[in-house]
């Protein structure tokens, strides 16, 4: 093993032309898989982020209570501290999720009545109203049902917790919570209610393929100080699109798969066929059929390593250089890397081993003779 | 005995149903120690005979016993390492790895048997300064001379210290200078005990062995000891 992985090495560093064509084949095909992985996590983000729309797939409340409390805006007296609990916890999900919305949900009485306000931080809130990501520091905006019930229009003034607020929107009804209240941004309402650096709602919205048991995993440290429920967005939302993309996405993996494989055995075929006194000469000096094997497999192995490395190399390169920055985090980077060198190197492999089976059980003695 | 050959008998079939017989029952010892020329015309089964002496070439029938031991009744694998250990083979063109330089080269069936490359290397060192290669050490073989690449290839045969040494046609692309410095360098080799079984269609060389074999049509026509008078002659 030791002599053929050496065998190996030394013909890659000095015939330099063969190694280059694989390699370059399969950096190309890799950098075809790049690309097509990109798009299609990118279209996964999308349709995720259309499902978001729907609601988290998990939401956290206070210890003792419930979605019907959180449902009637009753959440009580217990709230979750920004820095001690929110942000840790914000930390630990980051890489499990797709975002974590957090929220001030209070009932603040006025003459009309308790009136329902969320607090909502514009920058990170998950909602189909857009005009929610765009609320000033004094605007608010009222769902379709508390509007009517409140006789208000857009640019009218709400009198909230003492302080003066102006009614940007009137949201589209969406039957549900929306509905029934009005938002404003998180700091705004901490600072009209004194509950600064406090809220009491986390909603979560899980990767795609992160079940409920994983992410409660996640929180059972914070096991006392609140209370995880599961959302169910339907079957549907939750199972079979995402199954959808999921057989998309390995559809495409085969196909690439299949496509280097069979380039790697037409490669290895017309290497080995340019050199067969050459291995004839290896088998003749007591190299084992099983040795000619994994001469011949070891360099596909190569070259497939390499293949992967170049084509992420291009692909990450190109798009560094024309949108300045890789598509996702350096995490999907280095997710994205590791898949393309294990599915390299194993269709590599799986390609060469067929040929280098029949290169092994040759009889060599005529081109020996020759 | 280092090799006995029984009854052997080798048979080509081609692809149109004719089938060529290049070995016909041909039996023969060779003893340690022996320096034995197989001569021939071409296509006399002579190169056939030495292959499957040096277990590439499974016979039609008959056996190839090495040690005790019937080479073709062993597994692929257990036969590339006899080969390996037991038989060294000196190729008509050489046949080098172009990728290898000359230590390499040499080294190659050492690290196959086993050897730590530091051993394997020392040994393919000892034996290319033992034949005037010591500057050569890392040339690759296009880098050499015909006559430097024949000797890098004898240092490959002989690196495993093998039982017996065969040799085909290894003068084969030489001028007759270069002829009779191979010739010297394999009585050399043969001087310090190594067996050696050398196939060769020049007449001229039937007497630098110690036992001529005529080949003719497959079959052993003559075979004698040559006495140290005939080398004189």
Redesign the interface.
């Known amino acids: 093993m ?2 053929i992985l ?2 190996t090495y ?2 890659l ?3 330099k032309a063969s190694f280059i064509i694989g390699l370059t084949m399969c950096g190309l095909l890799i950098s075809m898989f790049v690309s097509i992985e990109w798009s299609l996590r990118s279209r996964g983000n999308r349709v995720q982020g259309d499902i978001d729309q729907m609601g988290p797939g998990i939401v956290v409340v206070p210890p003792d209570k419930s979605i019907a409390d959180l449902r009637q805006f009753d959440l009580g007296s217990r709230y979750f501290g920004t820095r001690e609990l929110v942000d840790p916890l914000i930390a630990r999900l980051s890489p499990h999720t797709r975002a974590v919305d957090v929220r001030l949900s209070v009932r603040i009485p006025t003459k009309d009545g308790k009136l329902p306000v969320v607090g909502i931080d514009p920058a990170r809130v998950v909602s189909p109203h857009e005009t929610l990501r765009q609320l000033g520091k004094n605007e608010v905006a009222i769902g379709r049902e508390l509007g009517r019930r409140l006789d208000k229009q857009s640019g009218d003034v709400i009198r909230i917790a003492g302080s003066e607020f102006s009614v940007k929107t009137i949201l589209p009804p969406a039957g549900d919570l929306s509905d029934l209240a009005a938002f404003m941004p998180v700091s705004r309402l901490q600072a009209v209610t004194g509950k600064i650096g406090k809220a009491n709602v986390i909603r979560i919205f899980p990767e795609s393929g992160r079940d409920f048991a994983e992410i409660r995993e996640l929180l059972t440290d914070y096991g006392s100080r609140l209370h995880a429920v599961a959302i169910d967005r339907g079957e549907i939302a939750e199972t079979r699109i995402p199954q959808t993309l999921a057989s998309h996405r390995y559809a495409v993996y085969v196909l690439l798969g299949v496509f280097l494989s069979f380039s790697m055995a037409i490669w290895t075929y017309l290497d080995s066929a340019q050199r067969l ?2 291995l ?12 000619l094997v994994g001469l011949l497999v070891g360099r596909s192995a190569v070259v497939g390593a390499g293949g992967a490395l170049l084509g992420v190399a291009l692909i990450g390169g190109s798009k560094w250089i024309t949108e300045g920055a890789f598509p996702g985090s350096i995490t999907d980077l280095s997710d994205l890397l590791a898949t393309a060198l294990c599915g390299a190197v194993f269709f590599s492999v799986a390609g060469a081993v067929p040929v280098a089976l029949n290169m092994s ?1 040759r ?3 005529g081109f ?2 020759n | 005995m280092i090799l006995q050959l029984n009854d052997i008998r080798k048979e080509f079939k081609g692809r149109s149903n004719h089938s060529v017989l290049a070995v016909d029952d041909v039996s023969m010892q060779v003893e340690a120690g022996e320096f034995i020329v197989v001569n021939g015309a071409s296509g006399s089964g002579k ?2 005979l030495l ?1 499957t002496m ?1 277990a ?2 499974p016979p039609t029938s008959g056996q190839v016993v090495c040690d005790g031991t019937d080479l073709y009744a062993l597994s ?2 257990r036969r ?2 006899m ?3 037991r038989i060294g ?1 000196v ?1 008509q ?1 050489f ?6 330089n000359s230590l ?1 080269n040499v080294a ?2 050492a ?3 086993g050897s730590s ?1 530091k051993a394997a290397m020392q040994r393919a060192e000892d034996l290319l300064n033992r034949l005037g290669l010591g500057e050569r050490l890392s040339h ?1 073989p296009v880098e050499l001379s015909v006559g430097e690449r024949q000797r890098v290839a004898i240092c ?1 045969g002989l690196v ?1 210290a093998p039982d017996i040494l065969l040799a ?1 046609e290894p003068t084969g692309n030489m001028d007759p200078e270069l002829t009779q410095e191979t010739m010297e360098l394999f009585r050399g080799i043969n001087r310090q005990g190594q067996t050696i079984v050398m196939v060769t269609h020049n007449p001229e060389l039937s007497e630098t062995g110690n036992r001529h074999v005529l080949m003719e049509k497959g079959s052993i026509r003559a075979e004698r000891i040559v006495s140290a008078e005939d080398k004189a002659l």
């Open positions: 030791r002599s050496w065998m030394r013909e560093s000095v015939r006194i050459e004839a000469t290896v088998a003749a000096v007591g190299c084992s059929p099983a040795g059980v009889n060599y003695v020996l003779q | 190169s056939t292959f040096g590439m070439l692929p694998s590339s390492k080969r390996n250990l083979f190729f063109t046949n080098l790895i172009s990728y290898l390499e190659f069936p690290l196959l048997a490359k690759l490959r495993n085909d």
